[in-house]
């Protein structure tokens, strides 16, 4: 006997799987719903390269990640090769403070986890967000942590290691 769990909605990571499989989940699940057959097997999907996503939120992390909602008075996002961007967020608009903090997810793809993590941290040095508070100077410290590039974390890492500095 065994117990599965089915989670017939996309997780909010889907886009890594997409980055290191080279396949887009949104239109086979579009495809999927429609009765459609989808054009892949699970033999053809490859796992290559390594990807790495950050969530960009309105929040301060030096201060108990306290909300900051606000208005975005200017955005810069980075971009090139094996750099993705998923927001809906541009100069003007307004983060409410009563909904899910989340502004954007930033996400870069290389061949191996060095050349990723030095890709993101390129990445979220150019990424600019004015108006609010962002983690983006937690994902700078993470990316550049001597724990994190070991690959020596577990899920008290934040809270037990990096705000502890």
């Given at each position: 006997f065994y117990f599965?769990?089915?989670?017939?909605?996309?997780?909010?990571?889907?886009?890594?799987?997409?980055?290191?499989?080279?396949?887009?989940?949104i239109r086979a699940q579009i495809m999927a719903a429609a009765g459609e057959k989808l054009p892949f097997t699970q033999e053809d999907?490859?796992?290559?390269?390594?990807?790495?996503?950050?969530?960009?939120?309105?929040?301060?992390?030096?201060?108990?990640?306290?909300?900051?909602?606000?208005?975005?008075?200017?955005?810069?996002?980075?971009?090139?090769?094996?750099?993705?961007?998923?927001?809906?967020?541009?100069?003007?608009?307004?983060?409410?403070p009563n909904y899910d903090s989340m502004v954007a997810k930033l996400l870069v793809f290389a061949d191996d986890r060095p050349k990723a993590i030095a890709r993101m941290r390129r990445a979220l040095g150019e990424l600019k967000i004015e108006g609010i508070k962002t983690t983006i100077p937690l994902h700078q410290r993470i990316m550049n942590d001597a724990q994190f590039i070991k690959g020596d974390v577990d899920t008290g890492y934040?809270?037990?290691?990096?705000?502890?500095?």
């Open positions: 599965m769990e089915v989670n017939t909605r996309i997780q909010v990571e889907h886009p890594v799987s997409e980055l290191v499989t080279r396949t887009d989940l999907v490859e796992v290559r390269g390594h990807a790495i996503e950050v969530r960009i939120n309105a929040e301060d992390a030096e201060n108990g990640f306290r909300p900051s909602p606000g208005k975005i008075t200017d955005l810069f996002v980075p971009g090139g090769p094996g750099v993705r961007w998923d927001s809906h967020i541009k100069p003007g608009y307004v983060v409410p934040i809270e037990n290691v990096l705000l502890a500095k």
